[in-house]
């Protein structure tokens, strides 16, 4: 391909996902820009203290580490079927790969992209015209505390998964009433509870709301603080039906995950590790008491009212996608995951609760009716939390097989 002709590619993101297609792209010899409005793995900073379910040799590539290899041959890796932690995958691989030389200048980070507009058209203007997808990209960009610029690019791949964009407690996913005035000291996150928080609750009344394995995580750590400071006590509120509130898969080939569920379970139904467990229930009311003076909570679980008096919420309940940087592309959303609809009809066709299980997208389900916009890694699944990084992964693949048009296009090769 003629340099003259060849896309100029931006990627939203600097996470697993966004490194693996800027290598993929400077294999393919593409010009590209990776912009991370943080660091490099910035969620991965916020929750990696917990171990991954998935083994490293799932959350890795051939062509990621030959390119860290090729830095240091010295370099060691984890087993291909060892579990590690988020920090662990940091420094073992993210940081290394994002310090190769392949990507020596593709990389920027603490660089934001506000915004992503089509040059020439609104939103509501050329649809299904071809001279639309001939005028690129334009990225409204802001570089620490620089002022804002404009950058252009043919291509996009919107890689900035879900993180940092969380749902909210009340019933139907609104705010609970009280919460958004509250919502700056509710923890939304996966608190590092096991170490460099675990001073903050020790020994405190705390409410976990949540019926998934982050909740698990958060309650298993925090009964794990009681055996040390027996005042701690754990109120855990999930909305399903449940007595157990993690669905264990039967012969569960990520050992990690069965493990958390197992444990999490019987917290739960033997009101073990000072947790006290409740179904069925979903917030209705949170009180704000002052700074970190609590929170009076009123909740309705299995149809009557409940109120406790707590010192803190942590409330884990999800993520969204943030859809607000591409609004004005023409990008046609599910109704009720938020992902592209494409694949978001594949993924609830499937209907599995089981990651493993989910077959491959392929990539016609990565188009777009916005010309050469892409959304890859989680944020393609939405409100779907069944996503895997070798899934992402193989998206990347698929996707530079769209842009380059071969489709006998390998990047696993030398």
Not at 17 to 42: H, M, N, S
Not at 165 to 172: F, I, P
């Amino acid at each position: 391909m003629p340099k003259s002709q060849m896309p100029r590619i931006a990627i939203l993101g600097g996470g697993p996902i966004g490194l693996e297609a800027a290598l993929c792209a400077r294999k393919l010899d593409l010009p590209v820009t990776l912009y991370e409005r943080g660091r490099v793995g910035e969620y991965l900073h916020h929750w990696g203290h917990l171990r991954l379910f998935s083994p490293f040799g799932m959350n890795s590539t051939p062509p990621g580490r030959a390119a860290i290899e090729s830095e240091n041959r010295d370099q060691r890796f984890p087993d291909d079927n060892e579990c590690i932690t988020g920090r662990q995958h940091l420094s073992v691989y993210l940081e290394p790969l994002a310090k190769t030389a392949v990507l020596r200048g593709v990389v920027r980070a603490e660089t934001q992209v506000l915004h992503v507009a089509r040059s020439g058209y609104l939103k509501e203007e050329g649809v299904g015209d071809p001279r639309r997808g001939q005028e690129p990209f334009r990225l409204l960009v802001k570089e620490g505390k620089n002022r804002e610029r404009v950058d252009e690019a043919d291509v996009v791949l919107d890689c900035t998964g879900t993180y940092g964009q969380h749902r909210w407690l009340g019933d139907g996913g609104g705010p609970a009433i009280g919460e958004l005035p509250a919502a700056g000291q509710l923890a939304y996150g996966l608190e590092d509870i096991a170490a460099s928080r675990r001073q903050f609750y020790a020994g405190k009344y705390v409410l976990v709301v949540g019926g998934g394995y982050s909740a698990a995580a958060s309650v298993c750590h925090l009964a794990a603080v009681a055996e040390e400071h027996p005042d701690t006590w754990v109120v855990w509120l999930a909305r399903g039906s449940s007595s157990q509130p993690i669905q264990r898969i039967a012969n569960d080939p990520l050992r990690e995950r069965d493990r958390l569920a197992v444990r999490a379970n019987q917290l739960a139904t033997r009101t073990d590790g000072n947790v006290e467990f409740h179904n069925k229930a979903v917030v209705e009311q949170i009180d704000s008491l002052g700074t970190d003076k609590g929170f009076k909570v009123t909740a309705r679980c299995a149809g009557e009212s409940r109120t406790w008096e707590v010192e803190r919420i942590i409330a884990n309940v999800g993520y969204t996608p943030d859809t607000s940087l591409y609004r004005e592309l023409q990008v046609h959303e599910c109704y009720a995951s938020l992902g592209p609809m494409n694949l978001a009809a594949a993924l609830l066709k499937h209907g599995s609760a089981d990651c493993l299980s989910a077959p491959a997208a392929g990539a016609a389900l990565l188009r777009n009716p916005e010309p050469n916009f892409f959304i890859l890694g989680a944020k393609s699944y939405g409100r779907n939390s069944n996503f895997l990084l070798r899934t992402g992964f193989q998206q990347v693949r698929d996707v530079f097989t769209l842009i380059t048009g071969s489709a006998d296009l390998d990047l696993y090769k030398d």
